[in-house]
T-cell receptor, first 114, second 110 residues
Framework: NAGVTQTPKFQVLKTGQSMTLQCAQDMNHEYMSWYRQDPGMGLRLIHYSVGAGITDQGEVPNGYNVSRSTTEDFPLRLLSAAPSQTSVYFC?????????????FGSGTQLSVL | ELKVEQNPLFLSMQEGKNYTIYCNYSTTSDRLYWYRQDPGKSLESLFVLLSNGAVKQEGRLMASLDTKARLSTLHITAAVHDLSATYFCAASYNNNDMRFGAGTRLTVKP
């Protein structure tokens, strides 16, 4: 099993550019989410989805969009990149939308916005 | 709003010693998670604690939850170098939102 796959692993953007971080899971998980990790801080939830066609905002959603057209994929779009979005991004999933279960994390995307 | 605080943020300990990491959360939450992160790596789930008084153990790590005190602890017994990592606790909020602490960077020295 591949688990949770994120691409790319590294990305450098210029301010104002847009891009999409890809996330795919092959475990038939209902719940998927995106986090950002900044130095000295824990992970902060950006957006999450409890199933195909359903998304909602987390703690820090501004500047990001998501969609969930299939169970497997949950891409994160940066609309107009800003230096404040320089961070490490993690995608995570779990089996149950009730969220009693642990999250499985992808390997992360290190994003730098110049 | 749910806030999660860990202490200490940095912990340097000698092999063979015991220590405890504390995780406090600010509002009602009956799900508490512990994760481990090695440098430059992703997060790995350690424990999920679902009820007051829950205790889980794996190897040299033991986690407990006191929902009345809004406190979880991660106890390290007879530390070894392989336990060096950053440990995060997280509490669930509204079933779909998970809030993380800032992490405790543990270094175990010989």
């Amino acid at each position: 099993n591949a688990g949770v796959t994120q691409t790319p692993k590294f990305q450098v953007l210029k301010t104002g550019q847009s891009m999409t971080l890809q996330c795919a899971q092959d475990m038939n998980h209902e719940y998927m989410s995106w986090y950002r990790q900044d130095p000295g801080m824990g992970l902060r939830l950006i957006h999450y989805s409890v199933g195909a066609g359903i998304t909602d905002q987390g703690e820090v959603p501004n500047g990001y969009n998501v969609s969930r057209s299939t169970t497997e994929d949950f891409p994160l779009r940066l609309l107009s990149a800003a230096p404040s979005q320089t961070s490490v991004y993690f995608c995570a999933s779990s089996y149950s939308a009730a969220r009693n279960e642990k999250l499985f994390f992808g390997s992360g995307t290190q994003l730098s916005v110049l | 709003e749910l806030k999660v605080e860990q202490n200490p943020l940095f912990l340097s300990m000698q092999e063979g010693k015991n220590y405890t990491i504390y995780c406090n959360y600010s509002t009602t939450s009956d799900r508490l998670y512990w994760y481990r992160q090695d440098p430059g790596k992703s997060l790995e789930s350690l424990f999920v604690l679902l009820s007051n008084g829950a205790v889980k153990q794996e190897g040299r790590l033991m986690a407990s939850l006191d929902t009345k005190a809004r406190l979880s602890t991660l106890h390290i017994t007879a530390a070894v170098h392989d336990l060096s990592a950053t440990y995060f606790c997280a509490a669930s909020y509204n079933n779909n939102d998970m809030r993380f602490g800032a992490g405790t960077r543990l270094t175990v020295k010989p």
